[in-house]
């Protein structure tokens, strides 16, 4: 039987995936075209079967586009991810449909990225990477991206004041 190279990178970039994150909860693997930034930590990745998957990417909170620095976090993730390849370890859906999970290209993980360019704060209610918050300090402290603005609203005080 013949593998096909596509097949066998493929593959490769799943289990490398699955060993350089560790994520035990990750049930599954997308893989896909990021064809959508909707904004600083939502996207819609387009799979080999035309299918599109809207991804929020976990453990973050990125500014809402109507806030301060919204517009520049979408445009920092679109600069990463728009018409790349990536893939996603899918850690669920939340109750809007989309799917939760980390966006990785060429081994980066963007989620990580967001945070430590002051692009999306370490959302603490649901985070569960233990090496967010001392990047998220260290964005705060070289008051990178939104750490720049004098009193930075976190997304959830934002939307609960609306």
Do not use: C
Not at 18 to 45: K, M, N, P
Not at 69 to 76: H, I, K, M, Y
Not at 111 to 127: D, F, I, K, R, S
């Amino acid at each position: 039987m013949e593998i096909k190279a596509d097949h066998l990178k493929s593959i490769a970039l799943v289990l490398t995936a699955s060993i350089w994150f560790g994520h035990a909860q990750a049930d599954t693997v997308l893989q896909g075209q990021v064809i959508r930034i909707l904004d600083g930590d939502t996207v819609e990745v387009l799979d080999a079967e035309k299918q599109t998957h809207r991804v929020r990417l976990a453990n973050i909170d990125a500014p809402e586009r109507k806030q301060a620095f919204g517009d520049v976090s979408r445009q920092a993730l679109a600069a990463m991810a728009y018409r790349q390849q990536v893939l996603v370890l899918d850690e669920g859906g939340d109750r809007y449909g989309r799917r939760i999970g980390v966006l990785t290209m060429n081994g980066r993980n963007l989620n990580t990225e967001m945070v430590a360019q002051g692009m999306a704060w370490v959302y603490t209610q649901y985070n569960n990477d233990k090496n967010l918050p001392p990047l998220e300090a260290r964005a705060r402290a070289g008051r990178l991206g939104l750490w720049a603005d004098v009193h930075p609203m976190a997304p959830w005080d934002f939307r609960h004041s609306r």
